[in-house]
């Protein structure tokens, strides 16, 4: 059994782990690769390794950089089998067509507005493709083994977002975890990841591998925030992944309000796919920690903004006000619109409330640009530039270390990090060597990795 390293290895995206034995090929993952222009250009490179003819897919969770290339994989003939969890299946079925139609209408802008060094821009994918490969997905339950040809998998519940998971797959006594995008043990809305079962190999995620989460009151910094921008006379603009943080975001903002903690002001939730996505959140009490007195709360306070023209008619807005919309990382999406107007008055502010991955607009304006460019303009931050890293939805290094000691793992345990820029992946290095007995080791782009010699 061999391992190749195909994506997710020395950044922060495009996961996916090739795992091969005799007579069985299985890819863990298959994400988007998200960023700078030389890591998504990837995107667009012949497919490595026949991976469009492997036997199945398995997914960790729905997040793009996870599980967004799955549509290339069928547009190239793919039409195996998708593993993943119910609520991860649901997900999809918003993430991959909401994909397709951004790429479809990004072409036909810069097509409209000749902004494309190509004559004709294409689409990775359209819509129509995201929806016919969503047919390939096979849903499983938490911790319900399923086979493969002649490797065993299961899913191993780790919080983050709804229906995400560790995958744990055995071949011949061989047991390799891959770690997927791990939670935090006291997020506000999802529950802690569950210990993971003694393996032999992991790949673990680094995301965080070189900084510790603020200790510092979330809803303290985000009532601090509001309330800044309110008495400025400013808009509140915060890109917000469109699941899970989208959710969250309305929670803390409704209970803010009814708490009198800030003013009550217009919510706006500029996005049609974090809509639907509340109310999957919905139907899946036992995997978060809302009620669904809560849940409702925040649809009934927050005003919904699902059709372009009533996106369009917020920006007729007097006073403060908020505007929530995708995408978290401001790569896409109605955000770059809400830009267009605020980002050059000083009273707005714009909100970063998770990672931001390198050569991406959020990243760009935390580290203060003057200009950021959109849809081909160059347009002047003057916004105020605020992040709230209180709410990140991935585990910090000393979390995942914890999360480590909670679980059944042996002290000789092989590691191989995975899914980190490459300061946190040293660090992470470094933490573990400190602080286990592991054989840590730091994945290598296309590295192969031989199981049984393990």
């Known amino acids: 059994m061999h391992l190749t390293f195909l994506g997710g290895s020395e950044t922060v995206t495009g996961s996916k782990y090739l795992l091969e034995t005799d007579t069985t090929r299985v890819l863990i993952d298959c994400g988007l690769f998200q960023g700078y222009k030389w890591l998504r250009r990837r995107n667009w490179q012949p497919l490595p390794m026949g991976i469009q003819d492997v036997d199945a897919v398995v997914l960790t969770h729905a997040h793009l950089d996870h599980s967004g290339f799955i549509p290339v994989l069928y547009r190239h003939g793919y039409r195996g089998p998708v593993f993943t969890h119910h609520a991860t299946a649901r997900l999809c079925g918003l993430l991959w067509p909401d994909s397709g139609r951004i790429q479809e209408e990004d072409a036909k802008f810069y097509y409209r507005h000749k902004l494309s060094r190509h004559e ?206 995708g995408s978290g990382m401001a790569t896409g999406g109605r955000i770059l ?15 970063f409330s998770g990672h931001q991955a390198g050569g991406t607009r959020g990243a760009k304006m935390e580290q203060g640009v003057e ?43 092989q590691v191989h990090l995975v899914h980190g820029e490459p300061d946190a992946l040293e660090a992470m290095s470094d933490y573990l060597k400190q602080t286990t007995s592991y054989d840590v080791n730091i994945a290598a782009y296309m590295g192969v990795l031989h199981l049984d010699n393990v």
């Open 120 to 325: 004709n821009p294409e689409a990775l994918y359209d819509e129509a493709t995201a929806v016919a490969a969503l047919k390939l997905i096979q849903p499983v339950d938490f911790n319900k083994q399923f086979t493969i040809g002649d490797i065993t998998f299961y899913l191993n519940p780790v919080g983050h977002i709804l229906g995400a998971a560790s995958v744990i797959a055995e071949h011949k006594g061989k047991r390799i975890g891959f770690s997927g995008d791990i939670g935090r043990p006291h997020d506000i809305l999802m529950k802690p990841p569950a210990p993971l079962p003694a393996v032999d190999v992991l790949l673990l995620e680094s995301t965080y591998g070189d900084r510790r989460h603020v200790e510092d009151d979330p809803w303290e910094q985000l009532a601090d925030v509001v309330n800044e921008t309110a008495a400025g006379g400013g808009v509140l603009l915060i890109p917000s992944f469109a699941v899970g943080r989208a959710q969250l975001l309305q929670h803390m903002l409704v209970t803010l309000m009814a708490e009198r903690k800030v003013p009550r002001m217009p919510i706006f939730l500029d996005s049609p796919m974090a809509i639907k996505a509340s109310d999957i959140y919905g139907d899946y009490h036992e995997f978060h920690r809302l009620s669904d007195a809560q849940c409702q709360a925040a649809e009934k306070a927050v005003i919904y903004t699902s059709h372009v023209e009533d996106s369009k008619a917020i920006a007729k807005q007097t006073g403060p006000h908020i505007i929530i919309a």
């Open 337 to 351: 619109h809400h830009f267009k107007h605020w980002l050059g008055d000083h009273r707005a502010t714009v909100l």
């Open 371 to 413: 200009h950021i460019k959109v849809h081909g303009e160059w347009l002047p931050v003057k916004a105020r530039i605020r992040r709230l890293d209180g709410l990140s939805g991935h585990a910090d290094y000393k979390e995942i270390g914890d999360w480590l000691a909670s679980s059944k793992l042996p002290p000789d345990l």
